[in-house]
């Protein structure tokens, strides 16, 4: 449900559940990218009650994976629950990132 989500691509094993998405087209600047995650993951919650994690990356870390928002799937999740989510993710991120796709 969420591969067609404006602005952003699924980068997880399609099994996993964690679903973890990326933007299609970086800002150049890792701190953006964040910023613009993150106001996603911000107004899901506020608007819709939908928790969704922007993930950051430490200053430690040696693996250079994009930053992105994760999506953590469970047996408790109804089909309702997950069409939520994914209609208000396509609809904020449709919405936030429209100046930057």
């Known amino acids: 449900g969420l591969s067609d989500?404006?602005?952003?691509e699924i980068s997880s094993?399609?099994?996993s559940p964690i679903?973890?998405?990326k933007l299609k087209k970086s800002t150049g600047s890792l701190a953006t990218d964040l910023d613009l995650l993150e106001t996603i993951a911000e107004q899901v919650?506020?608007?819709d009650s939908v928790f969704i994690v922007a993930s950051k990356r430490?200053?430690?870390?040696r693996c250079k994976l994009?930053?992105?928002i994760r999506l953590f799937v469970s047996a408790g999740h109804t089909e309702s629950d997950i069409s939520k989510a994914c209609s208000s993710l396509?609809?904020?991120?449709?919405?936030v990132?429209?100046?930057h796709v």
Not at 5 to 8: A, K
């Open 97 to 99: 990132l429209s100046d």
């Open 5 to 8: 989500t404006p602005g952003l």
């Open 19 to 21: 679903v973890f998405l």
């Open 90 to 95: 396509k609809r904020i991120s449709a919405s």
């Open 58 to 61: 430490s200053t430690l870390d």
């Open 13 to 15: 094993h399609v099994l």
């Open 45 to 47: 919650l506020k608007e």
């Open 66 to 68: 994009p930053v992105g």
